[in-house]
């Protein structure tokens, strides 16, 4: 009855409180000012190029280019330079059949940069006009969290609110640590949703490598050793384990990297800081020691050889590394903190731990194979043909562009000939949504064969004027997969015609490229010597070099930072609070990809120019009336279910395993999480099954948070390093009785700090409301219910843990 009483007080104080920082999660969420093209300023600038913007484009884009049915040319794809824009206009600008060239096309590109964009690229703004941002306190707490899974330490506050300086350095530690690492391949699959195949999350490693180069046959030859366990555990193979570590282990880790293969490119070039281009224009692909293995790295016959990413290419191919060596794990104790920052280990999707050989998996791991799965390499992968023997050639790799992990989940069909391909090249690494270029998509204008379903002599998306506007840009990217099959897999030229039927490579017109770099197909002749059979390796290299690329990959890391999903531009009908929304979001990707791109494409450089700036810290607003304006900034979002366990891990609960178990997949499903297959979103926001379940988390997590905090030394915990169990605000001693609950409100405002992201004063209402409900539970002597054997203080902290617990913030971050 106590706890019951106990729960409803809380409860009722915890939904006042809600109802007033409800207002301000409408806030949180906005956006700030204008920044379309100042056109009294414009008059000083290109009078040759204006004129002919006024007469050939403003109809379409608005006179201060703010939009129209052209859409906006502010911060657009191919607004960050000059020539970028040079190009674009020479390719279909007003028109496809009529472009303005030459001196035409210089003159109003030079005008639309320089009226229109040239204020609005540059470094990120740190403040937006009107709007209130956490506190550097609060700014720390929650970076460290959202990339290294922890609370930072009393030094890091101290240097991270020092200076600017400081600042810098204090982030750019945090994305040093593992857990960054996995933070980041959760980003990127927040966009490339490649986890589909991740065995951990449900997915199916069959269905990506199990596979054999007769179009109609799946008997597993392209990578005949793929079930590598037993060539470790069992190395005389006599069919006993000559090692008492089970499969477990080794299967994790290997599935791990081969479902994850297209994000484990991501971590190798963030590990060793290299150019981040390389995602695309890198001629290899990665591997671990586990995956290596996979791929019968260790064998006569292998599928994989590592190779040098900074040695010269021959026809795209690296240089062979010979003698390659892996690094171990130093000791237990490394490995046991690694394992523990996953938490992984031994889990399935379905929840269930294997504590593998008693509790001993560590020195049975040090025993057998200590090698460490962060330590990537880059390779070039081999098939093996039908009657597994290894094939001559290896694949031309182009970073994740040819990776078959991500080819098999953005497939292609035979009426699309890899062009849903080209779509998803474009909008990752483009930052270009095909969709929305302007044209007629009505299929009933089509001149389709309506017996058959099928088109008629000629196709009808090719030659309709409506079409090829996308068809030009388009097919010049699906013509480059040509040699990759529908499911993904390299054929060289002797085997399209075999292996595809009828079906013919894409011969779109010349004169048409990638994007912005019209780009000449004759790369592609059969007689060039330059790019024949490695077509994608030339599309790798046309994206690494444009300017659009840094905004691709500044939308996929914005997206996975703030939960928030890319504005496509706004047409002439768009409520003006959605062109706000879409004016700042676009401003901050414009300014974030110039510094990553001047940063020579580091993406933890990208990492901080968001996190650093006013959007991502916008906490509110210092006056009314702006509500409109700033509807959209701000990084608050329901948390993703993995990231919420994380914040609980993060402050000694060990992870929620009580009413929900947030380490079991179908659980994270039914708290908003995704799985990459089915659902492939997040939750927006808390539904009232999320909500009546986080109540119950509130109340469950708080348990475990007291046990295991009372239990440990004071120096040791991690939120009541102030407080013992004896806290007595009674003692006869006034002094003592000052110095007591000068320590309850000193850690009541650090749980705000903690929890909520929220810097109080230790006298301030929040702290007030707290050390009452506090004081009232060792007054009134009321029992939590959570352990029988506990104290009464640990009681009242087990009660302002509920209480905060149950703000909604702490479920949104």
């Not at 414009?42 to 009078?47: D, F, V, W």
């Not at 979001?585 to 974030?592: E, M, S």
Request: with cysteine; hydrophobic share 35%.
């Amino acid at each position: 009855m106590a706890a019951l009483r106990l729960t409803g007080f809380l409860w009722r104080q915890t939904w006042l409180k809600a109802g007033l920082l409800a207002l301000l999660i409408g806030l949180i969420t906005g956006c700030s000012q204008n920044f379309d093209g100042d056109d009294t300023a414009a008059k000083s600038l290109n009078e040759a190029g204006k004129a002919l913007y006024e007469s050939e484009c403003a109809s379409c884009h608005g006179a201060n280019g703010s939009g129209g049915s052209g859409g906006p040319l502010v911060a657009c794809a191919t607004c960050g330079s000059t020539s970028s824009l040079v190009a674009k206009i020479e390719q279909d600008m007003p028109s496809a059949s009529n472009p303005l060239r030459g001196g035409d096309a210089q003159d109003v590109a030079d005008y639309i940069y320089h009226a229109f964009n040239e204020s609005a690229v540059g470094t990120v703004e740190r403040a937006l006009p009107g709007v209130a941002t956490m506190t550097p306190k609060e700014s720390v707490h929650k970076l460290a969290l959202e990339l290294a899974g922890r609370l930072p330490t009393d030094e890091e506050v101290d240097e991270f609110t020092g200076s600017l300086e400081g600042e810098k350095s204090v982030v750019y530690g945090f994305m040093e640590e593992d857990y960054f690492y996995e933070r980041l391949k959760d980003v990127f699959n927040d966009s490339f949703l490649t986890d589909k195949y991740r065995p951990a999350t449900g997915g199916r490693l069959n269905d990506v490598y199990n596979k054999d180069l007769e179009a109609n046959e799946r008997d597993g030859n392209v990578f005949p050793m793929m079930d590598w366990t037993d060539r470790v555990l069992d190395t005389d193979g006599d069919g006993t384990n000559d090692f008492e570590l089970g499969s477990n282990y080794l299967e994790h880790f290997s599935d791990e990297a081969l479902g994850r293969k297209p994000l484990l490119m991501v971590e190798y070039l963030a590990r060793n800081d290299r150019d981040f281009r390389e995602l695309v224009s890198g001629k290899y692909t990665v591997v671990n020691a586990f995956s290596y293995r996979a791929f019968g790295g260790d064998t006569a016959t292998s599928n994989v050889k590592v190779v040098n990413p900074d040695g010269s290419p021959n026809r795209g191919a690296l240089p062979v590394v010979d003698n390659v060596e892996w690094d171990t794990f130093d000791d237990v104790k490394d490995l046991t903190e690694y394992l523990d920052m996953l938490n992984l280990v031994g889990r399935n999707q379905f929840g269930s731990g294997v504590d593998v050989n008693g509790g001993l998996t560590a020195q049975y791991v040090m025993e057998a194979f200590p090698y460490d799965p962060r330590d990537i390499k880059p390779v070039q992968l081999f098939y093996s043909d039908s009657e597994g023997n290894i094939k001559t050639g290896g694949v031309p790799h182009s970073g994740v562009l040819t990776d078959l992990v991500f080819l098999t989940k953005f497939t292609a069909m035979n009426t699309n000939r890899n062009r849903h391909r080209a779509r998803m090249v474009y909008w990752f690494f483009a930052g270009k949504d095909l969709l929305a270029i302007d044209g007629n998509r009505d299929v009933t204008a089509l001149e389709l064969d309506e017996a058959d379903n099928s088109v008629g002599v000629q196709d009808p998306t090719k030659t309709s004027e409506d079409c090829t506007v996308c068809h030009k840009i388009m097919d010049p990217v699906a013509q480059a997969y040509k040699h990759f099959r529908l499911d993904g897999l390299y054929q060289e030229d002797a085997e399209l015609q075999f292996l595809q039927g009828d079906e013919r490579p894409l011969v779109p017109g010349v004169q048409v490229g990638w994007a912005q770099a019209n780009a000449q197909l004759n790369h592609f002749d059969s007689g060039s010597t330059n790019y024949s059979s490695r077509e994608v390796q030339w599309l790798g290299e046309q994206i690494a070099n444009d300017s659009a690329y840094a905004k691709g990959i500044t939308q996929i890391v914005f997206k996975g930072l703030t939960g928030q999903d890319i504005l496509g531009a706004p047409n002439p009908d768009s409520p003006e609070n959605y062109r706000n929304n879409y004016a700042q979001q676009a401003r901050l990707i414009t300014n974030a990809a110039s510094e990553f791109a001047s940063s020579d494409f580091d993406i933890k450089a990208l990492v901080y120019a968001i996190t650093k700036s006013g959007y991502y810290r916008a906490s509110g607003m210092y006056q009314a009336g702006l509500e409109s304006e700033y509807d959209g900034i701000g990084s608050t979002r329901l948390l993703p279910p993995v990231y919420l366990n994380q914040k609980l891990r993060a402050l000694n609960s060990g992870g929620w395993r009580g009413s929900v178990n947030l380490y079991r997949q179908n659980d994270r499903l039914f708290m908003g999480g995704k799985d990459s297959r089915e659902v492939l979103e997040t939750a927006e926001s808390a539904s009232g099954i999320i909500a009546t379940l986080a109540e119950a988390m509130a109340v469950e997590e708080a348990c475990d948070i007291i046990d295991n905090e009372f239990d440990l030394d004071r120096s040791e915990r991690t939120l009541f390093k102030l407080v013992e169990r004896s806290t007595d605000l009674e003692n006869d001693v006034a002094i003592n009785r000052r110095a007591e609950a000068l320590a309850v409100r000193n850690t009541i405002a650090y749980l705000y700090l903690a929890l909520l992201h929220e810097e109080v004063g230790i006298n301030s209402e929040e702290v007030d409301i707290a050390f009452d409900l506090f004081k009232a539970v060792i007054d009134e002597d009321i029992d939590s219910g959570c352990n029988d054997a506990r104290s009464t203080v640990e009681d009242a902290w087990y009660a302002v843990l509920v209480y905060l617990l149950n703000d909604y913030r702490f479920i949104y971050g």
